[in-house]
């Protein structure tokens, strides 16, 4: 958990922004994929407060947005 609250995490949101911006710029079309990892902090801490479980995390799920004009 502690490196889970020490790392800072990216404002999806606004990347996605950022990359329709490029997408849909009128001089030159951009293709932006962002890398995404989720972890369920709620569910990691109730493991280890129970299981005392560190080395590794259940709940996890990573996925890839791709953002582009479609032409």
């Known amino acids: ?5 020490t790392t ?5 949101s606004a990347r996605v922004a950022m990359a329709k911006q490029a ?6 079309s951009t293709c932006t994929v ?4 989720l972890v369920d902090v ?7 407060n129970l299981n ?3 080395s590794y995390s259940f ?7 791709d953002i582009d004009r479609e032409e």
Do not use: C, P
């Open 23 to 28: 997408a849909f710029n009128d001089k030159v």
């Open 1 to 5: 958990m502690s490196v889970i609250k």
């Open 52 to 54: 005392k479980i560190t």
């Open 42 to 48: 709620e569910m990691i801490e109730h493991g280890e």
């Open 34 to 37: 962002l890398g995404v990892s």
């Open 59 to 65: 709940f996890a799920h990573v996925f890839v947005l």
């Open 8 to 12: 800072s995490s990216a404002d999806l």
